[in-house]
């Protein structure tokens, strides 16, 4: 398998424009988490799916932000209008949870470093 | 709110030394553990899990206990290499509802082995 795909590896965009981040994650995972890093505040969950439903986005800063996943191998981030305190690395992972507990192991993309001017 | 704080925030050791990276969370119900390594420029690659129930896990030179009750985890590294330079992050599961899979991380661990 691939592992986690997303793209694109790097962003730069100017403030105000819209912003699409996109993930595959690996075949036959049912859950797909949506992750912010950032010198100042780490690794933050921003939200998470579970067969293709948010289940918790609670970590979602605001409204410009919005994650949507309309089918098992695809999800995208969408900021808009996006600003300069969005630079940051954004991960998405995904995992599945059967009867064996060790596959609750979270496989991380090698995530969208994001550039707002 | 959970939170996860990882002790000392850098190490740098020579080569061969063992070396122990130290993790505390605030609230004890957990679903599990994950210990994580995260490469300059790269994605995190995850190294041990260890559920609530269990006590370590271990692979290769790493051995990960938890210790639920106390709120602490420790990661430990036998015989360092420089190829074990990373940063080390601990991160944690709530148990419950969709607690499931929401992962709170500490900030890490950057270590450094030196030949």
């Known amino acids: 398998d691939a592992g986690v795909i997303q793209s694109p590896r790097h962003e730069v965009t100017e403030m105000g424009q819209e912003v699409t981040l996109r993930c595959k994650p690996i075949?036959?995972?049912?859950?797909l988490f949506w992750y912010r890093q950032t010198m100042m505040r780490g690794l933050e969950l921003l939200i998470y799916?579970?067969?293709?439903?948010?289940?918790?986005d609670s970590g979602m800063p605001e409204d410009r932000f919005s994650a949507k996943m309309p089918n098992a191998s695809f999800s995208t981030l969408k900021i808009q209008p996006s600003e300069p305190r969005d630079s940051a690395v954004y991960f998405c992972a995904s995992s599945t949870r059967v009867a064996s507990v060790s596959t609750d192991t979270q496989y991380f993309g090698p995530g969208t470093r994001l550039t707002v001017l | 709110k959970q939170e996860v704080t990882q002790i000392p925030a850098a190490l740098s050791v020579p080569e061969g030394e063992n070396l122990v990276l130290n993790c505390s969370f605030t609230d004890s119900a957990i679903y599990n553990l994950q210990w994580f390594r995260q490469d300059p420029g790269k994605g995190l690659t995850s190294l041990l899990l260890i559920q609530s129930s269990q006590r370590e896990q271990t692979s290769g030179r790493l051995n990960a206990s938890l210790d639920k009750s106390s709120g602490r985890s420790t990661l430990y590294i036998a015989a360092s290499q420089p190829g074990d330079s990373a940063t080390y992050l601990c991160a944690v599961s709530n148990a419950g509802g969709t607690s499931y899979g929401k992962l709170t991380f500490g900030q890490g661990t950057i270590l450094t082995v030196h030949p």
């Open positions: 799916f579970n067969n293709n439903v948010p289940i918790d």
């Open positions: 075949s036959g995972h049912d859950y």
